[in-house]
């Protein structure tokens, strides 16, 4: 990932800053995983698969 971030610095000096923000932009955004709730459906369907013995994610 230190790879990725100082190639990235490397692009920013390069390249107009702009583009190298958008560049910078799209790799912070990789790191962060986004979590929702669950709506009452899938909530029930998980319940049934865990009962029944089939892994879900968690």
Request: aromatic residues 2%; charged residues 15%; proline residues 3%.
């Amino acid at each position: 990932m230190a790879s990725v971030i100082t190639r990235s610095n490397l692009l920013k000096e390069i390249i107009n800053p702009k583009v190298g923000q958008k560049i910078l932009g799209s790799v912070a955004a990789v790191q962060s995983q986004q979590q929702r709730n669950l709506n009452v459906q899938e909530h029930v369907s998980y319940k049934l698969l865990n009962d029944g013995g089939i892994a879900t994610p968690k």
